[in-house]
């Protein structure tokens, strides 16, 4: 299955700022996904990143807020954007495997501290 | 759009008690069916996944889960919990139609106790 390097792991962030997440997949893949997990909480999607066309975002989440670069098929990026202490969370991204296998492989995760 | 509903907000369970937690979803196509769990501040790890076949998947740590498409659910199950099985279940589903994301329950919290 696809092997997801994702970073930072971590970053505590000055509120107003913003910080990028980038994700590097070993193989080419056509979509990639971003999810955020608040504290005590579910993985909630933010967005479907589709190489060469706009991401697609939930209902909730703005491009904004959380722009999605996608310029290749083994390479996103999420931005979080003028971060307030609401956006402590982590972040991890994750793709989708055709066939058997696992499914889904998700990145390590982005912890992120808003202060 | 399709939803998952994980009725059990936190189970308390004492060791080798019997565990189900319950996952329904709402969706009328064929599903792809997961549980995953994540163990305190850790990241998640994949217990088990139902693609097509034997509706009784078995898992791994002793973990199962039965899909019943009438019912539209995907009851995870263990017959004996241990102290290390405290962590937090999640069960996701996404449409069998393509290259599409999961769609995640809010989470199930078992604690198990001595």
């Known amino acids: 299955s696809a092997v997801i390097s994702q970073k930072p792991s971590r970053d505590i962030c000055q509120r107003g700022t913003s910080l990028t997440i980038q994700c590097q997949v070993d193989s080419q893949v056509t979509m990639m996904f971003w999810y955020r997990q608040q504290p005590g909480q579910s993985l909630t999607l933010i967005a479907t990143?589709?190489?060469?066309?706009?991401?697609?975002?939930e209902s909730g989440f703005v491009i904004d807020k959380f722009p999605i670069s996608r310029p290749n098929l083994t390479f996103s990026t999420l931005t979080v954007s003028n971060m307030s202490p609401e956006d402590s969370s982590i972040y991890l991204c994750?793709?989708?495997?055709?066939?058997?296998?696992?499914?889904?492989?998700f990145g390590s995760g982005t912890r992120l501290t808003v202060v | 759009a399709q939803s998952v509903s994980q009725h059990n907000h936190h189970v308390i369970l004492s060791e080798a008690a019997s565990l189900e937690l319950g996952c329904n979803y709402s969706y009328g196509g064929t599903v792809n069916l997961f549980w995953y769990v994540q163990y305190p501040g850790q990241h998640l790890q994949l217990l088990l996944k139902y693609f097509s076949g034997d509706p009784l998947v078995k898992g791994i740590k002793g973990f199962e889960a039965e899909f019943i498409k009438s019912k539209f659910s995907f009851n995870l199950r263990k017959p004996s919990v241990q102290w290390s099985d405290t962590a937090e279940y999640f069960c996701a589903v996404t449409p069998r139609s393509g290259n599409t994301p999961l769609v995640f329950g809010k989470g199930t919290r078992l604690s198990v106790i001595a």
């Open positions: 990143a589709n190489q060469g066309s706009e991401a697609t975002y």
């Open positions: 994750s793709v989708g495997v055709t066939g058997s296998g696992d499914g889904y492989t």
